[in-house]
């Protein structure tokens, strides 16, 4: 080193390679400036510092491919930088749509504004974690779609399932298959609705399953109430309340 200045050569044909100094003790060092004389060689300014002491080692490093991770960008256009413990990398995998300002996981089309979740081979997740959770595989909550198209909201803790609207909740989806409808009231039944319930005209209520022999069902017909139950695939009128 002559007048704080360090001469640094290398062969990693880059004119904006990554350069870190630090000491034995692990220190670090931050340059007053770097300067590029060609692409293998450097000069370090360390004149601020006055008299180094010690040993002191300098590491000159560029991205993935060659390219260069202190001053260019590593991987396709929109792909984010991250840290890969030594120098930066990028990987379209992480994808940023800067021209409509969507982010992407999976893939680099975003279709939609906001955030896209995309995976080919398997199950797309969103994982929720907080501090009364663990981090395992059977603890909090997820968002899922699966191979058959089938869209899950997970709740893999002792919780509800809520969906809240407008300072309400609507629907409380809670643990022994339940669920409460209208309310954040505990349900007692399979399902427990606390106000009224509405069905159209042409609507019934079954007692079993509508497609099988034995099945009852509650239906309107004009003004009268009939009571009918499933006999050899026909439904038989058994009592009717007249209007």
Known sequence: MAAGLLTVSHNLASNYPNVT???ND????????????????????????GTLSGTWN?????????TPSGGSPVGIAGAIQFSDGSDFDGDSALYWDNANKRLAIGTTTTNKQGLTIYD?????YVEFYNGSTGQTAAD?????????????IINREVGDVNLYVNG?????????????????HVATSELDVDGDVEVGDA?????????TDGT???????????????????????STVVA
């Open 58 to 66: 300098v590491r000159v490093s560029v991205g993935a491919g060659g």
């Open 26 to 49: 692990g220190n670090l060092a931050q340059p007053d400036e770097v300067t590029n004389t060609d692409s293998n060689t450097i000069t370090l300014d360390f004149t601020s510092f």
């Open 216 to 238: 009852w069902r509650i239906t309107r017909s004009g003004n009268d109430l009939v009571h009918q139950r499933r006999e050899s695939s026909v439904w038989v009128t058994k």
């Open 168 to 184: 309400n909740t609507v629907v409380s989806a809670q643990s022994g298959n339940k669920v409460a409808v209208a309310g954040s």
């Open 203 to 211: 609507d019934a209520f079954y007692l079993g399953d509508p497609t």
């Open 120 to 124: 080919a081979s398997g199950i797309p």
């Open 140 to 152: 909090g909550a997820a968002l899922a779609l699966d191979g058959n198209l089938d869209f899950w």
């Open 21 to 23: 100094v630090y000491d």
